[in-house]
C-alpha cells in the first residue's frame, strides 16, 4: 500500500508562483513513476507532468511546458511540482499519483497510475 499526501497549494495571482510538494510512504519510493494531475470542475482530470523512477525521464503537457517543472528526492520519498508564471486556467485541484510499472516513462493516461493522493486546491487569480 502506497500512501500519497500532497501539500503547497493555495491561492496566488497570475504571473505568481507555487511549488506542490508530495510525500510517499514506502520503501521503494525509488521505483515509482510519479505523475501529477489536474482537475478543474466539470472537466476531465488531465495530465500535467510526470517523471520516471530514475528521475531521468520527464513528460509535460503541452499547456504547462516551459512553466511547470517536476522534480523528485527519493531520498525524501518526495515529488515536486515548481509552477511558475501561474494562469488563471491553472486553477484546479492536483493529484500526485504512483504507477508501480517498471517502465521509467511518466505516463500520461490517469489508468496506468496504481495510487493517488487525495488533492490539493491552487488557484490563480487574474
Known amino acids: 500500500q502506497v500512501q500519497l499526501v500532497e501539500s503547497g497549494g493555495g491561492l496566488v495571482q497570475a504571473g505568481g508562483s507555487l511549488r506542490l510538494s508530495c510525500a510517499a510512504s514506502g520503501r521503494t519510493f525509488s521505483r515509482y513513476t510519479m505523475g501529477w494531475f489536474r482537475q478543474a470542475p466539470g472537466k476531465e482530470r488531465e495530465f500535467v507532468g510526470g517523471i520516471g523512477w530514475s528521475g531521468g525521464n520527464t513528460r509535460y503537457a503541452d499547456s504547462v511546458k516551459g512553466r511547470f517543472t517536476i522534480s523528485r528526492d527519493n531520498a525524501k520519498n518526495t515529488v515536486y511540482l515548481q509552477m511558475n508564471s501561474l494562469k488563471p486556467e491553472d486553477t484546479a485541484v492536483y493529484y500526485c499519483?504512483?504507477?508501480?510499472?517498471?517502465?521509467?516513462?511518466?505516463?500520461?493516461?490517469?489508468?496506468?497510475?496504481?495510487?493517488w493522493g487525495q488533492g490539493t486546491q491552487v488557484t490563480v487569480s487574474s
Open positions: 499519483a504512483a504507477s508501480l510499472s517498471p517502465a521509467d516513462v511518466p505516463f500520461m493516461t490517469p489508468r496506468w497510475y496504481d495510487y
